[in-house]
């Protein structure tokens, strides 16, 4: 598509949504829509069943660790996304938030078959969660699963609330979630890790294709993120180029957003600079405005508005 082309349906996409401005892309002002936390005080913090303190590699990821990584490359905004080790204790996140305002923002895990779901919810997003994860992870049964009652009544609380659903999920899960789209138009929708496209070597076209169909809803949003797990897993990532490339111009800068995933971006072998550096400076076909709504404006519009409670 050529640029003209491009930045038409960019603009468009703004006048859809109702949101009419353009974010200046200046250094200290950034997101990262994706970050886990946890403590070893697993006294006070207790592992779910079936995690043991050997599982949590680091040992230790606290916000002030995060901090050491993220405040040099100006990113003073996080979205926290619930830790698979503490499964429907959200807590300890819950907790970073209240003791850092401003900072953080939370993606929390419910149990989709537990009693009361709705109403947990609620009083989650009262909290300042703003987004709920669902994982395919485990299940045998993909539609089942998706299928399910209580995550009906996800999707839908969501949307009454306002606030995000968003599956980790694989390539082979995009056309379930396709339906979810369509049967709940109205909630927010953010899909982690380019449904981890490229994550068990090259793509097929057909799972990039899968991926880019989603655009058609217009309340469907992408991270652009897990560099370190993708592609060739290699810095500078450069070879990320073409999908991120595919995924800004189906969905326009506005509905993609940059995340890290750490603590596992700053694994040995990579680190915080090289993720971001990629989207910032590695990139020449992003423009200056594609970079603000990607590192900034499209996580504070998704993650960091009020919702009414
Ligand atoms: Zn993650």
């Known amino acids: ?51 043991a303190v050997s599982d949590m590699r680091p040992p230790s990821f606290t916000p002030e660790q995060l901090f050491a990584h993220c405040k040099p490359e100006g990113v003073n905004r996080i979205v926290l996304i619930q830790m698979s080790y503490y499964q429907y204790d ?34 989650l997003v009262k909290q300042g969660v703003r987004g709920f994860r669902i994982s395919a992870g485990k299940e045998k049964n993909l539609s089942e699963w ?42 927010s929708v953010v899909i982690d890790h380019f449904a981890r496209l490229g994550m068990a070597g090259a793509p097929k076209s057909e799972e990039v294709k899968n991926l880019l169909r989603l655009a058609r809803h217009a309340k469907t949003h992408v991270k652009a993120s897990a560099f370190y797990a993708l592609g060739a897993k290699k810095a500078p990532y450069l070879d990320m180029g073409p999908l991120i490339r595919q995924v800004r111009d189906a969905f326009g800068p506005q509905r993609v957003m940059w995340a890290s995933d750490s603590p596992f971006q700053v694994d040995p072998g990579h680190n915080y600079h090289n993720s971001i550096a990629l989207i910032r400076d590695r990139l020449d076909f ?24």
């Open 1 to 51: 598509m050529n640029s003209t082309r491009r930045s038409f349906l960019a603009s468009s996409a703004v006048a859809l949504t109702g949101c009419n401005f353009i974010p200046s892309f200046k250094k200290g002002d950034l997101i990262d829509a994706h970050v886990h936390v946890w403590t070893p005080d697993v006294q006070k913090y207790p592992l779910a069943r079936g995690y």
């Open 90 to 123: 959200n807590r300890y996140m819950l907790d970073m938030m209240q003791a850092h305002p401003g900072v953080f923002s939370c993606v929390a895990i419910v149990d989709q078959h537990a009693e009361g779901l709705a109403q947990t919810m609620r009083d």
């Open 146 to 187: 998706i299928g399910s009652a209580g995550m009906a009544t996800l999707w839908k609380t969501a949307a009454e609330m306002k606030v995000s659903v968003c599956p980790l999920v694989n390539p082979d899960t995009l056309p379930l979630i396709d339906k979810m789209c369509e049967w709940y138009p109205d909630t």
């Open 286 to 309: 992003l423009s200056e405005q594609d970079k603000a709504w990607m590192l900034r404006g499209t996580a504070d519009k998704v993650f960091f508005s009020s919702v009414a409670v």
